[in-house]
């Protein structure tokens, strides 16, 4: 089910159980106030609360669950269950046939309405094509709907509702520096907004302008980034200086710049130590809080350059940190030092342990 048809579904009356998965978090949350206002609809106020169970599973006893499933609404015609498990995915299959026990027969239940939301990177739903085993198992119980990373006009849309709610103006430069520099989830984003009605109310300013936007937002930890950081870690001076001209040009602080290549390196090298104690794909999402699809991706990375030459290079931005701090050296030329002075990778030479 997709989000549209999901709206049209919550005018109707509501019964069954859905399973809310995807990247953007912020949209299952403002569909799980919609959902609850459908299913209590009439609920009277005061007893709301009683006819809401929410449960998280942490200790991986859903006993709670069967019995918040099995128990009926309070003066009410509905209840609703709402069940937000932190780690679906890494379940053992004993684990996951329990809870698959629970929720059996939820279809059957007129009384209950039940919600259960997989936060990002804490499911894999496998493909159009090839579902996951998992979330093929979950889908003959639970309706899923896809929240998907919003683009393009819908999320300019939504910006601009956020800015005119306050009755602030925000030109199309403005809103392109925004989307640039800032966090492309719409929970990230809507505190950098915030923030901004925040400096425009309190400076009585009755547009946000691209160099608002600069002074006030904070950068986002981009894909440049991960470009960068692997070209510094290969060695390859002309691809990181080509990197790093992007944040040049973007007029962004140097040593934002740097303390942003230091997350990427720092992540790297908790990947790379995580990897040599047999951590997979999975867990390391989790611990560092990313999509399992870009803990891929620094997994590859991290492999491919090695524990000792990751926490060299973190010296080495530290280094550059220093320099940044401490000194006369101005702009980005602590690193482009750290750029220039980076081995090839396979090069050993006697600084590549410090």
């Known amino acids: 089910m997709t989000e549209s048809e999901l709206r049209d579904l919550l005018k109707q009356d509501i019964t069954g159980g859905f399973l809310f998965y995807g990247d953007e978090d912020y949209l299952k949350q403002h569909y799980k106030k919609e959902l609850r206002a459908a299913a209590l609809a009439d609920c009277p106020p005061d007893l709301i609360d009683l006819n809401r169970i929410a449960l998280t599973l942490e200790d991986g006893d859903f006993s709670e669950l069967t019995t918040a499933l099995a128990t009926l609404p309070m003066m009410s015609q509905k209840k609703i269950v709402e069940v937000t498990p932190p780690n679906m995915g890494g379940w053992r299959e004993k684990e996951r046939k329990s809870f698959l026990d629970a929720i059996d027969g939820i279809a059957d239940s007129p009384d209950t309405v039940l919600l259960v939301i997989a936060p990002r990177g804490t499911l894999d739903p496998g493909t159009a094509k090839k579902p996951a085993a998992f979330f093929r198992a979950l889908s003959a ?104 001209d992007v944040y040049r040009k973007r007029k962004d602080e140097p ?53 000792a030459r990751l926490a060299a290079s973190l010296n080495r931005c530290r280094e550059a940190d220093r320099q940044m701090k401490s000194s006369a050296v101005a702009g980005f030329i602590p690193i482009e030092r750290l750029i220039c002075t980076m081995p090839r990778a396979g090069v050993k030479k006697s600084s590549e342990g410090r």
């Open 255 to 307: 040593i934002a710049v740097l303390t942003t290549l230091s997350r990427v390196m720092s992540d790297l090298l908790t990947v790379s130590v995580m990897v040599e104690g047999g951590a997979d794909k999975g867990e390391i999402a989790r611990a560092l809080k990313m999509h399992e699809y870009k803990a891929s991706l620094y997994m590859k990375s991290a492999q491919g350059f090695g524990t």
């Open 141 to 244: 119980h639970l309706t899923p709907v896809e929240f998907p990373y919003q683009t393009g006009v819908r999320l300019r849309r939504w910006v601009e509702r956020h800015f005119a709610r306050a009755e602030i103006a925000v030109s199309e430069d403005a809103m392109a520096t925004l989307l640039s520099r800032c966090p492309q989830d719409m929970t990230g984003l809507s505190g950098e907004i915030e923030k901004l009605i925040a400096y425009c109310l309190a400076n009585h300013i009755p547009a946000v302008t691209p160099e608002i936007v600069t002074r006030v937002t904070s950068p986002a930890l981009r894909e440049d980034a991960f470009a960068l950081a692997n070209a510094v870690l290969a060695g390859d001076r002309t691809a990181a200086l080509a990197a790093l």
